[in-house]
């Protein structure tokens, strides 16, 4: 599930990198026509700073990943250590949901 929300947070990022640049080459042919500057130059720079930004963005997201996949593993660990804390904890959750499914029936039944 969290590797789903990476995706599409990357594609989303991907796409606000990719609308940027488009909004950058607009305004870069108006701005390199005000400066005296060669459209060719501007979009050049304008290109490699986003492409800065694409990949600082992309660095940013694996060191997530990586953070994510390091808590997974403790998890993991943790749970093969300790199963009957797990079992435990089950138990008790559903007791404690099974309870309050069973007490909102009785409330249904009574109206």
């Known amino acids: 599930m969290a590797r789903q929300e990476q995706n599409k947070e990357l594609k989303n990022l ?10 950058l080459a ?9 400066f005296g500057e060669t459209s060719e ?4 720079n304008a290109t490699e700073r986003v492409s800065d930004l694409f990949d600082r963005s992309k660095e940013t997201l694996g060191n997530v990943k990586d953070t994510a996949v390091k808590k997974a ?3 993991n660990d943790y749970a093969h250590e300790n199963p ?15 309870m309050f499914l069973s007490h909102r029936g009785n409330e ?3 109206d």
């Open 108 to 110: 249904e039944d009574n």
């Open 26 to 34: 607009d305004f870069g042919m108006d701005a390199a026509d005000s």
């Open 41 to 44: 130059n501007f979009m050049s």
């Open 84 to 98: 009957w804390m797990i079992a435990a904890g089950a138990m008790a959750a559903g007791l404690v949901i099974g």
């Open 73 to 75: 593993n403790q998890a």
């Open 14 to 23: 991907r796409q606000e990198v990719i609308n940027l640049s488009n909004r």
